[in-house]
């Protein structure tokens, strides 16, 4: 890792700047030297260093001086100091500069030097690997497609859950609810949302409870200050706090309701209809659901029926018909106005016309059949 990082030498004393450069080459540092400020400027213009090691007696230019000159050619570089003219002053001058690591006297003590140049990149390989990882973190935040938000719960002085404040939010929030971060982050939920706490007061009770407690939440809620349904799951990272991660799920509740009324719609037509309905599994034929009507003709209760297979209960006739009428389901997918024989419960054979579709009911392979 040393050798992704440059050290710059500016001291006039050449044999100790090269005699030091033999040092930091044989630890596998890249190493520059310049002998006078003018040369340390003129380098830094072509090349960027992590470090410098610094004389503060140059010939042309205090090295506090160069210090601050360069800090406005490369601000993220920092300096060792090094002086064979040490006093309290000049000491205090240089490590006030929060760019200054180190001052070190002449002679130097070369395994103290290398020990603090050895734990700066130590520091600089760690700093790196942090912002990496906080930059991959943040990628991930930005990216994600569910909403996040993290809050500060705001309590009164009973303890009861009245308020919270967005700290932060990610581009996904924007997407999900339509509210701009600047108009929600640093303010308070009843100010960025106004009447959600008369609207979703559990929402309170719920994040508050989270932010107390550290036990985490999932659920589900019509938000209605926006209109939308929300799938929400809510977790503390540290006490007070909550984060809250989203997805607007309101197409899918919609979708929901639709296939509800839907079956609703079809249960009451199944039920009321005067034909004998029936629903059975394709092709083992076990029996899903019954109408009134089929069951009183059959000379049966509907539970039991319900479960039971067609072959169990030997409602076919004809038994060989049967296979013929798999066949062609399976083939065109229907039969209008077939004619087969029902044996009821008592043995009596009843001639019916019967029509039959194979669809599919949750997933699953079925026949609908009407008859009479």
Not at 33 to 61: E, T, W, Y
Not at 87 to 93: F, K, P, T
Not at 178 to 199: F, R
């Amino acid at each position: 890792m040393e050798g992704k990082y440059g050290i710059l030498i500016v001291d006039d004393n050449v044999d100790l700047a090269e005699g030091l450069r033999d040092i930091l080459e044989i630890e596998g540092y890249d190493v520059t030297i310049g002998h006078n400020g003018q040369d340390a400027l003129a380098i830094c213009r072509q090349k960027n260093f992590s470090l410098a090691l610094v004389d503060m007696k140059l010939p042309d230019i205090p090295g506090t001086d160069l210090i601050d000159k360069l800090a406005g050619i490369s601000p993220a570089m920092e300096y060792i100091v090094i002086t064979g003219h040490a006093s309290l002053d000049s000491a205090i001058d240089a490590v006030k500069r929060e760019s200054v690591v180190s001052y070190e006297i002449k002679p130097l003590d070369i395994g103290r030097l290398l020990t603090v140049i050895r734990q700066f990149f130590e520091r600089k390989k760690t700093e790196e690997m942090l912002r990496e990882s906080e930059e991959r973190y943040r990628s991930l935040f930005d990216n994600m497609l569910n909403g996040f938000a993290y809050c500060w719960m705001v309590f009164d002085k009973k303890g009861t859950p009245v308020d919270f404040i967005y700290l932060e939010v990610n581009d996904s929030f924007e997407r999900l609810t339509g509210l701009k971060k600047e108009n929600v982050i640093g303010k308070n939920v009843t100010e960025a949302i106004p009447g959600i706490k008369e609207a979703n007061p559990e929402l309170f009770d719920i994040y508050g409870h989270v932010a107390l407690t550290g036990e985490p939440i999932s659920l589900e809620i019509f938000f209605k200050p926006l209109e939308i349904w929300l799938s929400i799951s809510v977790y503390s990272p540290e006490k007070g706090y909550f984060a809250a991660v989203f997805d607007n799920i309101t197409e899918r509740k919609q979708a929901e309701e639709k296939l509800r009324e839907s079956e609703e719609r079809f249960s009451k037509a199944f039920h009321s209809s005067p034909a004998l309905m029936m629903i059975t599994s394709f092709p083992e034929g076990r029996i899903i659901d019954v109408n009134d009507v089929y069951a009183r003709v059959m000379g049966y209760r509907r539970k039991e029926l319900i479960g039971h297979t067609v072959i169990e209960k030997e409602t076919w006739a004809r038994p060989e018909q049967r296979g013929e009428v798999m066949k062609i389901l399976k083939e065109h997918g229907m039969i209008a106005n077939m004619e087969y024989g029902l044996r009821t419960k008592s043995g009596e054979i009843r001639e019916m016309l019967n029509s039959m579709c194979l669809v599919e009911l949750k997933g699953e392979p079925c026949i609908i059949s009407a008859g009479g």
